[in-house]
């Protein structure tokens, strides 16, 4: 059943021209805010990373987070269309780090992003202006739902592989000069991260791009897109994330994790509100210490 509703949403959605299918994805994000959608949860991480702001200031922050959700919910059904029809170029630019992108075109990169913005439209995007983009993806437990967001994702311009797949795969995108995209922003499980700081207080995240970068010699680069009310368009960010190989390979991977936790920092304090303040970012704690949610 579910399935076939994401099916003719999304067939209603792309349909409709952009303007009024931005009004359904505000409509979505008012009936979200209307049942309070993880307004608990939003203000438990905002109490953690701006402990100093007023209630109102949080309230806006939570109410332009839910709408960064509606508005990414319609586009991500609408992003075939951008991409086939190159209407993608309109709506989506690159401000900084295109010579980053042609220096590395060849011998490929691992570039890693947050849930900021709208991270969906930033890789096909990407790949519309010839950097091919392959996006890390887990699986849905739901096999047609997956199917049906993994062929969004192909008919947008992206490659998926999928978290479970062999390291070979990973190897290869990379050596065919493509970018293997990373979310590295969410909740790690304990055997699959290290503990580094994250508005100032320790959070578990992923070390895989990490291990990638250093293992085999690759660049990585930290990317983010915003969405402009005022133009209502994507722009995308991207820097490199330099680093030195000390000898200490769990070090090295240490230190290079905590380096782009600090880049996403940075950027959701510049747009705290297109943050997906809705995860529980902090939810594995170190050893002896409870749970925040």
Same mark, same amino acid.
């Given at each position: 059943?579910?399935?076939?509703?994401?099916?003719?949403?999304?067939?209603?959605?792309?349909?409709?021209?952009? $303007?009024?299918? !931005? @009004?359904?994805?505000?409509?979505?994000?008012?009936?979200? &805010?209307? +049942?309070?959608?993880?307004? *608990?949860?939003?203000?438990?991480?905002?109490?953690?990373?701006?402990?100093?702001?007023?209630?109102?200031?949080?309230?806006?922050?939570?109410?332009?987070?839910?709408?960064?959700?509606?508005?990414?919910?319609?586009?991500?059904?609408?992003?075939?269309?951008?991409?086939?029809?190159?209407?993608?170029?309109?709506?989506?630019?690159?401000?900084?780090?295109?010579?980053?992108?042609?220096?590395?075109?060849?011998?490929?990169?691992?570039?890693?992003?947050?849930?900021?913005?709208?991270?969906?439209?930033?890789?096909?995007?990407?790949?519309?202006?010839?950097?091919?983009?392959?996006?890390?993806?887990?699986?849905?437990?739901?096999?047609?739902?997956?199917?049906?967001?993994?062929?969004?994702?192909?008919?947008?311009?992206?490659?998926?592989?999928?978290? $479970?797949?062999? !390291? @070979?795969?990973?190897?290869?995108?990379?050596?065919?000069? &493509?970018? +293997?995209?990373?979310?590295? *922003?969410?909740?790690?499980?304990?055997?699959?991260?290290?503990?580094?700081?994250?508005?100032?207080?320790?959070?578990?995240?992923?070390?895989?791009?990490?291990?990638?970068?250093?293992?085999?010699?690759?660049?990585?680069?930290?990317?983010?897109?915003?969405?402009?009310?005022?133009?209502?368009?994507?722009?995308?960010?991207?820097?490199?994330?330099?680093?030195?190989?000390?000898?200490?390979?769990?070090?090295?991977?240490?230190?290079?994790?905590?380096?782009?936790?600090?880049?996403?920092?940075?950027?959701?304090?510049?747009?705290?509100?297109?943050?997906?303040?809705?995860?529980?970012?902090?939810?594995?704690?170190?050893?002896?210490?409870?749970?925040?949610?």
């Amino acid at each position: 059943m579910i399935h076939g509703l994401l099916q003719l949403a999304s067939l209603r959605i792309k349909n409709l021209d952009r $303007d009024k299918a !931005l @009004k359904k994805g505000e409509a979505i994000a008012s009936l979200l &805010r209307l +049942i309070k959608y993880r307004k *608990d949860v939003v203000f438990k991480n905002l109490d953690i990373a701006f402990p100093e702001k007023s209630y109102p200031w949080k309230e806006e922050v939570y109410k332009s987070t839910i709408s960064n959700i509606g508005r990414n919910i319609v586009e991500f059904l609408r992003m075939p269309y951008y991409y086939q029809s190159k209407e993608i170029k309109r709506i989506f630019s690159i401000e900084e780090g295109k010579d980053l992108l042609d220096k590395y075109r060849e011998q490929g990169a691992v570039l890693v992003t947050a849930h900021l913005g709208n991270w969906e439209i930033a890789g096909s995007g990407l790949t519309a202006y010839s950097y091919p983009i392959t996006a890390l993806a887990y699986r849905q437990k739901n096999e047609k739902i997956n199917a049906v967001i993994e062929s969004i994702r192909k008919e947008s311009g992206m490659e998926i592989i999928y978290h $479970d797949q062999n !390291l @070979k795969t990973f190897l290869k995108a990379l050596n065919q000069g &493509r970018y +293997i995209a990373f979310l590295v *922003d969410q909740n790690a499980l304990r055997h699959r991260g290290v503990f580094v700081d994250f508005f100032g207080l320790k959070a578990s995240t992923v070390t895989f791009p990490a291990k990638l970068a250093v293992k085999y010699n690759k660049p990585i680069l930290f990317s983010y897109c915003i969405y402009s009310e005022n133009e209502k368009k994507y722009k995308a960010y991207i820097k490199e994330i330099h680093y030195k190989k000390s000898g200490n390979f769990e070090e090295d991977i240490k230190r290079l994790t905590q380096s782009y936790t600090k880049y996403i920092e940075e950027a959701v304090k510049r747009y705290p509100g297109q943050y997906l303040w809705t995860h529980k970012r902090w939810k594995t704690r170190p050893e002896g210490e409870k749970e925040f949610y």
